[in-house]
């Protein structure tokens, strides 16, 4: 199964080409290029270089969300446009599940933490046992402190993963000094891990076709969450 994998959730972009069980090839850019300028390059780039057309692959898989919105419409309009034309099969995975898939080989929990701004995270926790990633709790988005109280009760060491796993660390290692962080090149979103966890999703029955893929927000867009809140504002007041 030749697999192109896309990931441009947060502030790093990727792809990764897999071929069964093994990545072929890899690029991970984190600059202040927009994703829109360097996601599709680095993948042409990637399959050149692979010796893959296009036309040849069984399976996209592209990172569904939680995420930075701009990011996920990015890599999702990337696939379903090399998938329409083609009628390739496509696998939107959780960007967490995808964080925790980045230790697998680790042992202790997996919490996988992105920064939502106002001190809140998107999270998820997973089991790390026997080269297996386990989900434990479901993705949503929570205030730090909170995240705290769930870790308290989970299998130690637990691992922080993720673009917020800095925020998280600095905020709760005193209450929970069993806290660790990922290692350096397994800490941020990764295309292969994408890949992998696409891979089994699809060996499962879960690939869809293009116009079925959709990103997963987990809550509304920050323009949508300020009208809100000054319609009520507004209502409050009898304005």
């Known amino acids: 199964m030749k697999i192109l994998a896309l990931e441009s959730s947060a502030k ?5 080409l897999l071929e069964d069980d ?3 090839g890899e690029f991970f850019l984190r600059t202040g290029q927009t994703h829109s300028q ?4 680095m993948a042409e780039r990637l399959l050149e270089m ?3 057309s296009t036309d040849s692959l069984d399976l996209l898989a592209v990172s569904a969300g939680p995420g930075s919105f701009t990011g996920l419409r ?3 309009a990337a696939a379903k446009g090399m998938a329409m ?3 390739i099969p496509c696998c939107g995975v959780s960007t967490l599940e995808a964080l925790a898939w980045n230790l697998r080989g680790f042992a202790g929990t997996a919490a996988a933490v992105m920064d939502a701004r106002r001190d809140q995270v998107y999270a998820a926790l997973f089991a790390l046992e026997a080269g297996e990633v386990r989900r434990l709790t479901q993705d949503d988005a929570l205030a730090v402190a ?3 109280k769930l870790l308290a009760g989970v299998k130690k060491p637990v691992w922080l993963v993720g673009d917020g796993a800095r925020l998280c660390y600095n905020q709760l290692l005193e209450e929970l000094p069993d806290l660790r962080l990922a290692p350096a090149h397994l800490l941020l979103q990764r295309a292969s891990s994408v890949g992998a966890l696409a891979r089994q999703t699809a060996r499962a029955g879960g690939a869809v076709s293009c116009g079925e893929l959709t990103p997963s927000y987990l809550r509304l867009p920050q323009a949508q969450r300020e009208l809100l809140a000054r319609q009520e504002t507004s209502s409050n007041t009898g304005g």
Do not use: N
Request: proline share 4%; aromatic share 0%; hydrophobic share 60%.
């Open 74 to 76: 990015i890599a999702m």
């Open 50 to 52: 692979g010796g893959v």
């Open 38 to 41: 360097t996601l599709m390059p």
């Open 146 to 148: 909170d995240l705290g």
């Open 22 to 24: 093994a990545v072929v």
């Open 12 to 16: 790093a972009a990727s792809c990764a």
């Open 85 to 87: 034309a083609r009628d």
